[in-house]
């Protein structure tokens, strides 16, 4: 006898922004406080990231840029500063033209520049921009949890 089960997954936009947001929260002050270990704590970030992704099923090429960008620099944890602010480029572009969120999209543009031009701070300039990304996140949390 064949019996099907179906299993049905609902997009959870708002569990996702929170765990994001925490998420982008702890891995930036874990990077101001332990600069050294930049490279376990960026790539152990890109691989959360991109498996938060796939759990909340969005697109298998968005899940899959941090995910092989944090394989990199486990890899390669010389490559950090040109891994992450491609990473970064990646990222603000989706922001501007997918998400449209332009502040966001353009701050993170910023920060990818900041760090090719300044590879010496990359644990601040990492840490700026996921304090920003995480804090963002919580905003547009509460407004629209407000809003309901």
């Known amino acids: 006898m064949l019996e099907r089960y179906r299993i049905d997954v609902q997009y959870k ?71 992450f602010a491609v990473f970064l480029a990646l990222f603000g572009f989706i922001l501007l033209f997918a998400f449209q969120f332009s502040i966001l999209g353009v701050i993170t543009l910023i920060i990818a520049a900041l760090i090719i031009a300044n590879p010496g701070s990359i644990a601040y300039l990492i840490a700026a921009f996921l304090l920003v990304y995480g804090v963002s996140n919580l905003i547009k949390f509460y407004q629209e949890w407000e809003g309901n």
Not at 37 to 60: D, T
């Open 13 to 83: 936009t708002r569990e996702r922004q929170v765990l994001n947001a925490i998420l982008a929260l702890l891995t930036g002050i874990l990077s101001l406080s332990y600069p050294n270990f930049l490279y376990l704590i960026a790539g152990g970030y890109l691989l959360s990231l991109g498996i938060v992704f796939a759990m909340f099923r969005l697109p298998s090429t968005l899940a899959a840029v941090p995910i092989v960008t944090g394989v990199i620099i486990f890899i390669f944890p010389e490559l950090i500063p040109v891994t």
